[in-house]
């Protein structure tokens, strides 16, 4: 079959609609593509949510187990006055009634102006300051067991966290052990330590 020039008027409308045809596929292709892209990516965006809600519910969950868990213990250094301001007048008062032990001969101490604690290693505090007042101890002794038994009963006699650092244990003048000496001092300890407090950044003044 051959075409004549007088045959494409009559094709005019088939060739149109098949233009038209392909224009509409062409169309309908790009748009389907753009809608799958467009679906796939709210697809995505979708479970991203979904994830970053179970991230944020599996956190709530373990606050509120950490929460119950510790609860307890942090009501125990605020009843310990471990968590708060500085309670140096409380500490003084709380020496003194140990003093009335007589747990060793005789000690003296002084408290140094609170400032920040200076860690050996990096510790993860939280919300928390961790401050440090430095108190030095010094002792007469009869015998090295008072200084045990002074540090042992110091928790349960004053409030607070006391840090010891370390003693140093000299043997007083007198080094014969008779009954007419054994009363008095037969050692001295100058003892380094300090009472820490944690202070809450978050905390109302």
Same mark, same amino acid.
């Given at each position: 079959?051959?075409?004549? $020039?007088?045959?494409?008027?009559? #094709? !005019?409308?088939? $060739?149109?609609?098949?233009? #038209? ?7 309908? $292709? ?19 949510? *979904?994830?970053?809600?179970?991230? !944020? ?6 606050? !509120? ?14 009843? *310990? ?5 500085? %309670? *140096? ?9 140990? !003093? ?7 000690? @003296? ?12 290693? %990096? ?39 006391? %840090? ?6 000299? *043997? /007083?003048?007198?080094? %014969? ?5 054994? /009363? ?16 809450? @950044?978050?905390?109302?003044?």
């Amino acid at each position: 079959m051959k075409l004549t $020039i007088t045959d494409i008027p009559l #094709l !005019r409308w088939s $060739i149109l609609t098949a233009c #038209l045809s392909i224009l509409i596929s062409t169309t309908i $292709i790009y748009s389907s593509s753009a809608y799958t892209s467009n679906a796939q990516e709210n697809l995505n965006k979708a479970r991203k949510l *979904r994830n970053d809600a179970r991230t !944020r519910l599996t956190a709530a969950h373990e606050d !509120r187990d950490n929460m119950s868990i510790y609860s307890s213990e942090y009501g125990i250094l605020v009843n *310990r006055k471990i968590i708060g301001d500085e %309670q *140096r007048l409380d500490w003084i008062e709380g020496m003194e009634r140990l !003093r009335q032990k007589n747990l060793v001969w005789n000690f @003296r101490f002084n408290i140094a102006p609170q400032k920040k604690y200076s860690q050996k290693s %990096q510790i993860d505090s939280g919300s928390f300051d961790i401050l440090y007042s430095e108190m030095g101890l010094q002792f007469d002794l009869l015998h090295e067991a008072q200084l045990v038994d002074f540090f042992a009963a110091l928790p349960k006699h004053v409030q607070g966290w006391y %840090q010891l650092e370390g003693c140093t244990l000299m *043997r /007083s003048g007198t080094t %014969q052990v008779n009954s007419s000496i054994s /009363s008095k001092p037969q050692l001295s300890a100058d003892c380094t330590g300090g009472w820490i407090t944690l202070k809450n @950044r978050n905390a109302l003044p």
